[in-house]
């Protein structure tokens, strides 16, 4: 006789069966097609394989080489980047308060814990937040924004706290989305462009309306540039704003303030919104550099500027801190219709809230220890060997890809990349067609396959056309940078002799 059991096990394999066999619901044939479209490069197939091959490794499978180096992403910790102690302590208190009697955390760590709490509902970072997230860790941004700005006015309440900018960034992008029917609307992109604004704009179905960078110029931005993309694409796009990525992803470079003022006046003039992408502020190396707040440089500008609409981005994943899993962001939209803020309020509430986690430690960013404080002088020392380390790795890896016969670089003035260009034999590129591969595809895809480094090729980001490129990060600690850039140039040499 059939027990309860087997009849449950019976009854779920006739259900699985049954199932199984039919069409589902929802296919390839059927599904948004605007996802279909979507590319992210820097989680692509590449970044898929290199996965793959750990795991070969792993299985005693034999290389040329006995580890993959990831150089696809700025993922500062996974490269051996350490946290910043003060960081991780407020975190740790807030996680677990119990820990506010242990007298090994300084007074100054538990007193942010204790104004964090003191925000959270039922005094723990487990409830939820107000969807734009603590008004606490909002005045705080709201004030750190004001200093870094020389004063200039920044209202707490134009503060949205998210989960990485990533998110704040496409909560604004689908404002400016249509209806669906009629001309689509447009967002001009710089060119290369970070991919998460390819890809956001494939999925709400919108138009890129990209500008080139200028190589030649340290990446710089050309204001004709500008003017000639704005004309190509007015007649099929409704261009309703612009994109500047500042310091660049993934070019590396730092806006000087002259180009800023141009971008300005161009937006003005096209009546365009902003966004202000500048989670690398903090990341600034090349002597002569130096970072410009968007809104500073439009608000000493003055009228008819001073009016622009605004949205500016930044992050805890980036600068020193490198805390890239812990999701913490914020987003200062500027001069914004009142009707529109309300509904972009009413958009982001449906998400409930940003990670509380993630709101603690944007807080702990923008309200570091003050002089005088006990955590002081460890804390400024940690942030300024950490800045120190990647400067001089970022000069490291771009004067050594100098040195390689068909390889350029620019300066690597900002942010945590390189994007190097590549000569490329033309029997490589007849190579690539046949494969059906993009020549620098083609290149990355040999490169990891002979060495372990996984590389992005340029075309995820963009690029000139005839002009082949890749992103590399300057992240990996000096001695795997050192081997990396030595399995780069053993390869590349080998390459260029196969494909003469």
Same mark, same amino acid.
């Given at each position: 006789m059939m027990n309860f059991r087997q009849g449950l096990l019976l009854s779920s394999r006739t259900l699985y069966t049954s199932s199984s066999i039919m069409a589902p619901?929802?296919?390839?044939?059927?599904?948004?097609? &605007?996802?279909?479209?979507?590319?992210?490069?820097?989680?692509?197939?590449?970044?898929?394989?290199?996965?793959?091959?750990?795991? +070969?490794l792993l299985e005693g499978v034999k290389k040329p080489f006995t580890s993959?180096?990831?150089?696809?992403?700025?993922?500062?910790? /996974?490269?051996?980047?350490?946290?910043?102690?003060?960081?991780?302590?407020?975190?740790?208190?807030?996680?677990?308060?119990?820990?506010?009697?242990?007298?090994?955390?300084?007074?100054?760590?538990?007193?942010?814990?204790?104004?964090?709490?003191?925000? &959270?509902?039922?005094?723990s970072v487990g409830s939820y937040s107000?969807?734009?997230?603590?008004?606490?860790?909002?005045?705080h941004v709201a004030e750190y924004i004001m200093e870094r700005d020389g004063g200039i006015e920044s209202d707490w309440r134009n503060i949205i706290l998210c989960a990485g900018a990533s998110e704040g960034i496409r909560g604004c992008l689908k404002l400016l989305t249509g209806p669906g029917t009629g001309t689509r609307p447009g967002v001009m992109i710089p060119i290369?462009?970070?991919?998460?604004?390819?890809?956001?704009?494939?999925? =709400?179905?919108?138009?890129?309306?990209?500008? =080139?960078?200028?190589?030649?110029?340290?990446?710089?931005?050309?204001?004709?540039?500008?003017?000639?993309?704005?004309?190509? *694409?007015?007649?099929?796009?409704?261009?309703?704003?612009?994109?500047?990525?500042?310091?660049?992803?993934?070019?590396?470079?730092v806006l000087t303030r002259d180009?800023?003022? /141009?971008?300005?006046?161009?937006?003005?003039?096209?009546?365009?919104?902003?966004? $202000?992408?500048?989670?690398?502020?903090?990341?600034? =190396?090349?002597?002569?550099?130096?970072?410009h707040s968007f809104k500073k440089v439009m608000m000493e500008m003055g009228a008819p500027y001073n009016g622009l609409e605004v949205a500016s981005f930044m992050t805890c994943s980036k600068g020193y801190m490198g805390e890239c899993g812990i999701r913490g962001g914020y987003a200062e939209v500027v001069n914004m219709d009142p009707g529109v803020m309300a509904m972009l309020q009413k958009s982001i509430s449906a998400k409930l809230c940003p990670t509380?986690?993630?709101?603690? &430690?944007?807080?702990?960013?923008?309200?570091?220890?003050?002089?005088?404080d006990p955590s002081h002088d460890?804390?400024?020392? +940690?942030? *300024?060997?950490?800045? /120190?380390?990647y400067a001089d790795r970022a000069k490291l890896v771009a004067d050594t890809l100098n040195s390689i016969q068909g390889i350029t670089c620019n300066t690597v003035q900002g942010a945590m990349y390189a994007f190097p260009c590549i000569s490329l034999p033309e029997k490589a590129m007849? $190579?690539?067609?046949?494969?059906?591969?993009?020549?620098?595809?083609?290149?990355a895809s040999h490169l990891l396959e002979a060495t372990g480094i996984c590389i992005i090729p340029g075309s995820g980001f963009g690029q000139q056309p005839g002009t082949f490129h890749f992103r590399t990060t300057i992240l990996p600690q000096k001695d795997m940078i050192n081997e990396m850039l030595g399995r780069l140039k053993e390869f590349h040499m080998k390459f260029l002799a196969d494909y003469a």
């Open positions: 619901t929802v296919a390839l044939d059927n599904m948004n097609p &605007c996802i279909k479209k979507m590319e992210y490069a820097v989680r692509g197939p590449l970044v898929i394989r290199a996965t793959a091959i750990e795991q +070969e993959v180096i990831k150089a696809n992403i700025g993922d500062a910790h /996974a490269m051996g980047n350490k946290p910043i102690t003060f960081i991780r302590q407020v975190l740790a208190l807030i996680t677990h308060p119990p820990l506010l009697d242990n007298e090994e955390f300084p007074e100054d760590a538990k007193s942010r814990a204790r104004a964090i709490l003191a925000g &959270c509902k039922g005094g107000d969807s734009p997230g603590l008004e606490v860790i909002r005045r290369p462009q970070y991919p998460l604004y390819s890809a956001s704009l494939a999925e =709400y179905n919108m138009d890129q309306v990209g500008y =080139y960078l200028d190589e030649s110029r340290n990446w710089a931005l050309d204001p004709a540039e500008l003017e000639r993309s704005y004309q190509a *694409a007015k007649d099929k796009s409704d261009i309703k704003a612009i994109v500047v990525i500042n310091p660049g992803n993934p070019t590396g470079q180009n800023l003022e /141009a971008v300005i006046k161009f937006a003005a003039e096209k009546k365009l919104f902003v966004f $202000a992408d500048e989670v690398y502020q903090q990341n600034v =190396y090349a002597e002569g550099s130096a970072f509380v986690i993630g709101q603690a &430690c944007m807080d702990v960013v923008v309200n570091p220890p003050k002089p005088g460890s804390w400024s020392g +940690e942030v *300024a060997a950490t800045l /120190a380390s007849a $190579a690539a067609k046949e494969a059906g591969q993009p020549a620098d595809v083609f290149y």
